[in-house]
Every structure is written in structure tokens, then in C-alpha cells.
């Protein structure tokens, strides 16, 4: 997708948007936003499939969010049971609700592998994003990015790492120097269950 392009999955009210991809490479140059505006979105990310921002242009991936309009919502889901996510040029965001609206982004991770730059989950406002990282998957962050759960009220970010079946090898590392902050203003929640891990480069604020 050309970089003055944005990609909706799930765009205004009324409307719902599934992507499924079990193979080749979808790249974009720009904002990758589902479920936005009232709508309903969700990719089903799986086998060799990889999702990859390529340049970022001034966009984000955005899963769940109000669109920037006022009281509107935006439900997104990001299914990932394996394959990959490359963002390390942009943020990546679940629960984007800096238009007033209660967006709600989730992320289940249970495959596969991202490598991401900032890592908002509940990210400004009235949003609720969720991630759950379980089963044999990774997420690194790069670049000296920071992660935030909850970022400015009443946003509310949950961040999930691990099973309950004791068989998940699920991870999440922070690469370089920068901020790991549970509840920035807003609602954080981090539970760890068997089998995760948490790797982080700096600071800590819960």
C-alpha cells in the first residue's frame, strides 16, 4: 500500500471487516487501523502470514479506535496464532481512544512472533486495550521504545504474559533504554501466569 494510504479493517458504523491471512506478506506504508469510527474489525493472522509497516509516513497500527471523532468507539481484534508483525518504524496501539470514545483493541497472541517500536495498550483516553501473550510467541520492542499500559485517563491497558495450563513459553522483551509504565495516568494491569516471561531495559513505573 503506497505511503499516502491508509489501510481500515472495520471503518464507520455499521460496518464489520475480517482479514485473514495464512500466507504471503501484506505490506503498508501508513495507518493500519481496525475498527475504527463505530466499526468492527479484526485480522486472523496465522501460518506463514506477516503483516509489515514498512515505512510508517506519520501512521500507526491501530487496533480498536474512536477514529479521533468524539464519543465515537471502534471494536478491533487482532488474532495472531502465528506468522508475523513487523512495526519497529511506528507505534503499535490497542484501545486508541483519544477522540473521547470507549474504543476497545485487543491482541490475542497465542503463535508466532512481532517486533515492534512503542507499545501503547489503553492508549490515550477513554480506550481499553488488551494484550495476552501466550503459547510459543514473542514480542520484542526496539529501539529504545517505550511500553505503557494505561496512558492518560480513563484509559485502562491489560497486559497478560503466559497460561494457566503451565505450557506457554510466551515473552515479551524491551530492547534499549526506556520506560515500562503500568498505569501512566490511566488504569494498568500486568499479570504474569506460568510460563512467561518479561524482559525490560530501564525503568519501571507501577
Request: net charge negative; glycine share 24%; aromatic share 6%.
Given at each position: ?166 505450557s506457554s513459553t510466551g515473552s515479551l522483551t524491551q530492547i534499549g533504554s526506556a520506560d ?27
Amino acid at each position: 500500500v503506497g505511503q499516502n494510504y491508509s489501510t481500515f479493517v472495520g471503518q464507520n458504523s455499521n460496518s464489520v471487516g475480517v482479514y485473514n491471512i495464512s500466507g504471503g506478506s501484506f505490506n503498508f506504508n501508513n495507518w493500519l487501523a481496525v475498527g475504527r469510527d463505530n466499526g468492527v474489525g479484526m485480522i486472523n493472522l496465522s501460518g506463514s502470514g506477516a503483516l509489515n509497516m514498512i515505512s510508517g509516513n506519520g501512521g500507526n497500527i491501530d487496533i480498536g479506535n474512536s477514529g479521533g471523532f468524539n464519543g465515537q468507539l471502534g471494536t478491533g481484534v487482532l488474532n495472531q496464532s502465528g506468522g508475523s508483525v513487523s512495526n519497529v518504524v511506528a507505534g503499535t496501539w490497542l484501545g486508541e481512544g483519544s477522540g473521547g470514545g470507549a474504543a476497545n483493541g485487543t491482541w490475542n497472541m497465542t503463535g508466532g512472533i512481532a517486533w515492534l517500536g512503542y507499545l501503547g495498550i489503553g492508549y490515550n483516553g477513554s480506550g481499553t486495550g488488551q494484550l495476552s501473550i501466550s503459547g510459543n510467541s514473542s514480542i520484542t520492542v526496539y529501539n529504545s521504545n517505550a511500553i505503557e499500559l494505561g496512558r492518560v485517563s480513563p484509559g485502562t491497558g491489560i497486559l497478560t504474559i503466559g497460561s494457566t495450563n503451565g505450557s506457554s513459553t510466551g515473552s515479551l522483551t524491551q530492547i534499549g533504554s526506556a520506560d515500562f509504565n503500568v498505569g501512566n495516568q490511566g488504569n494498568g494491569v500486568l499479570t504474569m501466569l506460568s510460563g512467561g516471561t518479561l524482559t525490560l531495559g530501564n525503568q519501571t513505573t507501577m
